[in-house]
């Protein structure tokens, strides 16, 4: 199956994301916040089959980390999640580098369909 990188500050919501995906089938890493999840795709050299990541996080959010991702890696697939309008209007400025963007609270079934079709993407 897919290695998938989970970028999310909240430790429920990437538990809860990292075991829905494991289910599938799929090699899932964890990173809590942008700064890190750059530097393990950086690290991985674009590796990861796709990004999951939340937009709204401290230090780097997951727009800023889509743009650098794009810039060393323009290949990487990105699906960008968030339980804020105004913070899925942000994600209109990266609608080219990024697949979608996941509307939260999500069911497990809605982030495991999200994730197949970024996959098929």
């Known amino acids: 199956m ?5 970028v999310e500050d909240d430790d429920s919501v990437r538990a809860f994301t990292a075991r829905a995906l494991q289910i599938d089938g799929h090699a899932v890493e964890q990173a809590d916040d ?3 999840g750059l530097e393990k795709v950086i690290a991985s050299n674009g590796g990861y089959d796709l990004v999951l990541s939340d ?9 800023a980390m889509a743009r ?3 810039k060393n890696f323009p290949d990487q697939k990105i699906l960008l999640m968030t339980g804020y309008a105004e913070q899925r209007e942000r994600a209109r400025d990266v609608e080219k580098i990024i697949v979608d963007v996941v509307q939260k609270p999500f069911t497990l079934a809605e982030i495991r369909q999200a994730v197949s079709k970024a996959l098929a993407a």
């Open 2 to 6: 897919a290695s998938i990188l989970i």
């Open 68 to 70: 650098e991702i794009a």
């Open 55 to 63: 937009i709204r996080m401290p230090a780097m959010d997951g727009i």
């Open 34 to 36: 942008g700064d890190t």
